[in-house]
């Protein structure tokens, strides 16, 4: 009876398990936020809700085939060196699982019966509540059977929790996948907000200089002539600097997609006077004007 293998074989097992449902559940709660979006929610919490896919997304492709391979192993082994049972170290580590989950459906029951006494039930809190029960308690259930022997004459059976619990992996990962940007498309995005923080950057460089010169450079180059000049990303059209008047000037990029509304409204210092840098596909340029009350006499 080798207890050492079968013992860090079923850790593993349990650890990329409680790493995958954790990663499904954030999954589908995101997907849930955004397909149920609360009037009350930002930007912010949109985007927060597509991260949190991208990384489950990520989480799962690893560790989702992990678990089942492990698991596949773990049992090949109990079957042909155990006879279908759990040594006794791996035992405790089944046991201690199924409190774990018994807790979680307790828990998850408590809840709901509150946010009902109260009023407070929503379709997106329902769907999160019915997708903890589904997932936590097809764990539970499995090692519930599983710590039983019952799979040890019905391999069969086993396969069909296997096939279950992976197409609904693999749906939620399609499905995941449709909420969120290309890769190709998350990288343009994240140009566009490099390029805003450059012009934000040329706009603090002019104020300054304006400060000191009381009087608006004529060119870029001008602010930056210690080095350090911005520069549109490879394959954009460069930034433009123009001067509409004595204090008044022009930033001007191209921008592969829209902003959102209020992508950039809690990054704006006040120092900006709250002015937008929000833009549409396409070049854009922002319109600046110098604070007065910042010249020297």
Not at 25 to 49: G, Q
Not at 126 to 142: D, M, N, P, R, T
Not at 261 to 272: G, K, L, N, T, Y
Request: proline fraction near 3%.
């Amino acid at each position: 009876m080798n207890t050492p293998k079968h013992f860090v074989i079923q850790l593993g097992s349990l650890i990329a398990l409680y790493i995958s449902i954790t990663s499904l559940l954030i999954l589908v709660f995101s997907i849930t936020n955004l397909k149920f979006p609360d009037e009350a929610a930002s930007y912010w919490e949109d985007e927060n809700a597509r991260e949190a896919i991208r990384v489950s997304i990520a989480m799962l492709v690893v560790f989702f085939p992990t678990y089942l391979g492990l698991t596949r192993i773990s049992n090949q082994s109990r079957r042909k060196e155990l006879h279908g049972k759990y040594s006794t170290f791996a035992k405790w580590l089944v046991y201690l699982s199924l409190l774990v989950s018994a807790g979680i459906l307790l828990t998850d029951l408590v809840v709901l019966i509150n946010f009902f006494l109260n009023g407070e039930i929503t379709q997106r809190f329902l769907v999160k509540v019915f997708a903890l029960l589904v997932i936590v308690g097809a764990a539970f259930q499995y090692y519930a059977l599983d710590i039983r022997n019952y799979f040890y004459n019905r391999v069969k059976i086993s396969f069909y929790f296997a096939a279950g619990a992976s197409v609904m992996v693999l749906a939620s990962l399609i499905l995941g996948y449709t909420y969120i940007e290309t890769p190709a498309e998350v990288r343009e995005m994240r140009l566009d907000t490099q390029q805003v923080d450059d012009l934000r950057n040329v706009y603090w460089q002019v104020e300054e200089s304006y400060r000191v010169h009381s009087v608006l450079p004529e060119t870029m180059e001008d602010l930056y002539l210690d080095g350090g000049l911005p520069e549109a990303p490879t394959g954009r059209e460069a930034y433009v600097y123009k001067v509409i008047d004595d204090t008044t000037f022009e930033l001007c990029a191209t921008f592969v997609h829209a902003s959102q509304d209020d992508e950039f409204s809690r990054v704006a210092p006040i120092a900006e006077k709250n002015y937008n840098w929000s833009h549409q596909t396409g070049e854009k340029c922002f319109t600046r004007t110098v604070r007065m009350e910042n010249t020297s006499n």
